[in-house]
C-alpha cells in the first residue's frame, strides 16, 4: 500500500465518525454533553486537514499521470471537509438558545472541572495518537525511500553486468574476425598452389607427349 492510500484510508475513517457524530450525538446532545462533542469534532477536523495537507505534499513526489488522476479526489475531500465544517457550524447555531446558556452558566463548578480534565485527557490522547501516526508515516517513507535505494543499487548491478557481458561479446567477435580474416588469406594461399600445380602439371604432360612423339618419329625414320 502507497503512503497516499495510506492518508486516504485515515481521512476516510475521520470523515465517517465526525458524519456521524454530527448527525448523531452531537444532534442530540445539549449542555456539557454537546460542547464536550463538539470539542472532539474540531479536533478531528483540524487532523483531518492536516491529513489533507500531507496528501497534497505526497502528491508533488508522484509522477505527472499519478498526479493528475489523484487531485481531482484531493480537491474532493477539502469539499467534503468544508460540508463538515458548516455543518458543524449550522447545528451549533441552531442548538443554542438563552435556557442553553443559563443552564451552562448555572453548572457547578465539579462539572466544569469533570469536563475540562475529559477535554484535557482527550486532547493529550488525540495529540499521542498523532505523533504516532506522524512517526508510522515517517518509518513509511523510510522504508519507501530504501526500497527505492536497493532498486536503483540492483539496477545499476545488473546494468554493469550487461556491459561486461557486451565487452566480452565484443572482444569474441573481433577474435572471430581475426581468425576468419586469417582463414581466407589460408584459403587464397591454397587457391594459388592449386593453380601453380594445375599449370606444372599441364605443362608436364605436354612435355611427356612430346617426348613421346619424337621417340616414335626418331624410330621410324
Same mark, same amino acid.
Given at each position: 500500500?502507497?503512503?497516499? /492510500?495510506?492518508?486516504?484510508?485515515?481521512?476516510?475513517?475521520?470523515?465517517?465518525?465526525?458524519?456521524?457524530?454530527?448527525?448523531?450525538?452531537?444532534?442530540a446532545a445539549a449542555g456539557d454533553q454537546r460542547k464536550l462533542i463538539q470539542n472532539q469534532l474540531l479536533r478531528e477536523l483540524e487532523e483531518a486537514d492536516e491529513i489533507i495537507g500531507q496528501?497534497?505534499? /505526497?502528491?508533488?513526489?508522484?509522477?505527472?499521470?499519478?498526479?493528475?488522476?489523484?487531485?481531482?479526489?484531493?480537491?474532493?475531500?477539502?469539499?467534503?471537509?468544508?460540508?463538515?465544517?458548516?455543518?458543524?457550524?449550522?447545528?451549533? $447555531?441552531?442548538? $443554542?438558545?438563552?435556557?442553553?446558556?443559563?443552564?451552562?452558566?448555572?453548572?457547578?463548578?465539579?462539572?466544569?472541572? /469533570?469536563?475540562?480534565?475529559?477535554?484535557?485527557?482527550?486532547?493529550?490522547?488525540?495529540?499521542?495518537?498523532?505523533?504516532?501516526?506522524?512517526?508510522?508515516?515517517?518509518?513509511?517513507?523510510?522504508?519507501?525511500?530504501?526500497?527505492?535505494?536497493?532498486i536503483g543499487i540492483n539496477t545499476l548491478s545488473d546494468l554493469n553486468a550487461q556491459r561486461e557481458q557486451i565487452i566480452r561479446t565484443q572482444n569474441r567477435l573481433g577474435t572471430a574476425d581475426?581468425?576468419? $580474416?586469417?582463414?581466407?588469406?589460408?584459403?587464397?594461399?591454397?587457391?594459388?598452389?592449386?593453380?601453380?600445380?594445375?599449370?606444372?602439371? $599441364?605443362?608436364?604432360?605436354?612435355?611427356?607427349?612430346?617426348?613421346?612423339?619424337?621417340?616414335?618419329?626418331?624410330?621410324?625414320?
Amino acid at each position: 500500500m502507497s503512503i497516499f /492510500e495510506t492518508y486516504e484510508r485515515e481521512f476516510r475513517a475521520l470523515a465517517d465518525d465526525v458524519g456521524k457524530k454530527i448527525s448523531g450525538p452531537f444532534a442530540a446532545a445539549a449542555g456539557d454533553q454537546r460542547k464536550l462533542i463538539q470539542n472532539q469534532l474540531l479536533r478531528e477536523l483540524e487532523e483531518a486537514d492536516e491529513i489533507i495537507g500531507q496528501m497534497e505534499m /505526497e502528491l508533488v513526489s508522484l509522477p505527472a499521470g499519478q498526479r493528475s488522476s489523484l487531485s481531482p479526489r484531493v480537491q474532493q475531500y477539502k469539499e467534503e471537509l468544508k460540508r463538515f465544517k458548516k455543518e458543524l457550524q449550522k447545528k451549533s $447555531a441552531a442548538a $443554542a438558545s438563552t435556557s442553553e446558556r443559563d443552564q451552562l452558566l448555572g453548572n457547578s463548578t465539579v462539572v466544569d472541572l /469533570e469536563a475540562a480534565s475529559m477535554d484535557q485527557r482527550g486532547r493529550l490522547l488525540q495529540g499521542t495518537e498523532r505523533l504516532q501516526n506522524s512517526s508510522r508515516r515517517l518509518e513509511d517513507a523510510r522504508r519507501v525511500a530504501l526500497e527505492t535505494e536497493q532498486i536503483g543499487i540492483n539496477t545499476l548491478s545488473d546494468l554493469n553486468a550487461q556491459r561486461e557481458q557486451i565487452i566480452r561479446t565484443q572482444n569474441r567477435l573481433g577474435t572471430a574476425d581475426s581468425w576468419i $580474416a586469417k582463414s581466407q588469406g589460408v584459403l587464397k594461399t591454397m587457391q594459388r598452389r592449386l593453380a601453380q600445380n594445375k599449370l606444372l602439371s $599441364a605443362g608436364i604432360i605436354t612435355l611427356l607427349v612430346f617426348l613421346i612423339l619424337a621417340i616414335i618419329i626418331a624410330r621410324f625414320s
